[in-house]
């Protein structure tokens, strides 16, 4: 299957209505709109309601990159989510059954704010093994759901909401190519990123201390390793593509911290007028935010525009790959999608 490559044939976006800004977070937290911008570039997120949840989301998401494709099947749903629905059963199989997609093999990846590019990899492998033609890949996290409102060292970064692509195979040299994923992860770090409670180490009992029920960060830490990951995970990537950051159009970076991102292009030599930025509207979606730029942004990309993704995540985790933009071909979004298209970015 070695003339097989696996190809971008559509994308979509989904997040909660509710728009909560740094100003309100003012009025409920020790904290102020100067220093959240200052220290993380986000002006505000978005929150679900009580009743929606990260499938609702994913769904969503989902039938967008669907339409967008032109597709009404696909042969595998993968779903990357730190914030899954239930904690059993997996929630790719209830998306699948929403969007009518009958019998298709469906499972969750679990790899933190890495997650996408994780379950990315997964996608590929199975188009260029020739197991699958077509694959739904989505990310989604309702964050809101494991962040401790209370705490202002989460609480002010995270939001809610879910990105998707679908692959499809392809041949070589066609626009919309996904390059090598780079995957990367060292579990010496897993309480860096951490809810300690809730899973079989120590499952949730009324003496459950607070804070153990919650998303925990040790936040500098994080900071520095996923500057130095996200830049050796891309700088790997573009190598195995044979590209020079010269020749690459834009970074598209887990939308973290604003910080993070613009320390990644300076360390891989992408200047920030090329480095993808939804962070400031939407906050750290976790698993969903590459899907989620990159359906903001796709108005803003042209065919043949050359791009690296790069994620760090709990775990640690961290991965990287190179995409070429590919035509706009599908079906434009329907006047119900809800994905936002962002202002045009120039270079
Ligand atoms: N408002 C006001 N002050 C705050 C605050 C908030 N929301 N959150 C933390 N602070 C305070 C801290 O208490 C600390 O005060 P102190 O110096 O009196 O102890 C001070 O700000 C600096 O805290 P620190 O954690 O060192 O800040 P920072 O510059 O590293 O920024 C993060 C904090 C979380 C924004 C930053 O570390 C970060 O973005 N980390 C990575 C996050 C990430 O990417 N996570 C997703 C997984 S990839």
Redesign the pocket.
Known sequence: MTDRVAVLAGWGADAPDRIVTNSELENS????DA??TS??GIHERRWADPGTSTGDMAVRAGRMAMRRAGVTRVDRVVLATTTPDHTCPATAPWVAHQLGLGTVPAYDVAAV?SGFLYALAGAREAVLAGSADTVLVIGADRFTSIVDPAD??TA??FGDGAGAVVIRAGTPGEAGTLGDVVLGADGSQSDH?MVRAGGARQPLAPSTPHGDRYFA?R??E??SA?VSRMANAAATALDRSGWTTKECDWLVA?Q??WR?LAAVGRAIGIDEDRVVCDLDRFG?TSAASIPMALAHHAAGFRTGDRLVLAA???GTTWGATTLTWPEQTGRPPAATDRTEVLPKLTR
């Open positions: 937290l020790d904290t102020t220093w959240i220290r993380t704010c202002r060292s002010v970064i990123i960060m936040g500098p994080v900071f996923a887990h973290a911290n993070i750290n760090f995540g709990g």
